[in-house]
């Protein structure tokens, strides 16, 4: 097993979330035009804390191997876990290993931090964690976005380790269901997202960041 890197950001560099805030969000765009701006801030701070306190509870049950849950939204982070959990009974080939591992890429100059370093059959593989609603839909959706967010992962990882890692997987769990949903990444796929979505987003947003 590799060692688990975990550090303080020590840079300027933007996160990987941030470089990816450029690309156009069609179906966030309209949820803004159809609700006022005091609903969608509380939405939206409601949302990221939820999904702060879930990718929480995951670290504390692989690092610590239980979950605590200490929120004011239990219904939804409650849902999320028993979602996690599901996850975890109907794929036990998946060993989780390290959680909340810190980047930082010299090379391209960004920041980020992956969830989850994890092993099937002894062939490592990088997880993203996401956290959505299901609605009306059997299992929450995974975005396009979410694509290059774990490519960028992948690629630092593999340049801080000079590992060779090409396999992702994304997890989307339910936060009004116990439901989740997955999508895996394979070497063709994490470079196509990296160099032809992430690293355009990064060169834009450099771009508006010296034109300021």
Not at 50 to 79: D, F, M, S
Not at 141 to 151: G, N
Request: glycine share 4%; proline share 3%.
């Amino acid at each position: 097993m590799d060692k688990k890197i975990k550090r303080n950001y020590d840079n300027e560099y933007p996160s990987v979330t941030t470089v990816l805030g450029v690309l156009r969000k069609i179906g966030l765009e309209m949820w803004f035009k159809w609700h006022t701006a005091e609903f969608c801030d509380k939405a939206s701070s409601k949302g990221k804390l939820i999904g702060t306190q879930i990718h929480e509870a995951i670290e504390n049950y692989i690092l610590k191997n239980k979950v605590v849950v200490e929120t004011e939204y239990p219904e939804e982070v409650t849902n999320a876990l028993k979602s996690f959990m599901l996850f975890r009974k109907e794929r036990p080939e998946i060993e989780l290993e390290w959680s909340e591992i810190m980047l930082t890429s010299e090379q391209h100059k960004y920041n980020g931090t992956m969830d989850c370093k994890a092993k099937i059959k002894d062939v490592p593989i990088i997880l993203d964690w996401k956290s959505g609603e299901a609605k009306k839909k059997d299992k929450p959706d995974i975005y396009d976005e979410h694509k290059a967010q774990v490519a960028a992962y992948v690629m630092a990882y593999n340049e801080i380790n000079k590992t060779n890692i090409d396999k992702a997987l994304i997890v989307s769990f339910a936060k009004d269901k116990i439901a989740y949903n997955t999508y895996p990444m394979e070497k063709e796929e994490i470079e196509g997202q990296f160099n032809e979505v992430f690293l355009s987003s990064l060169k834009i947003y450099n771009y508006q960041r010296r034109n300021k």
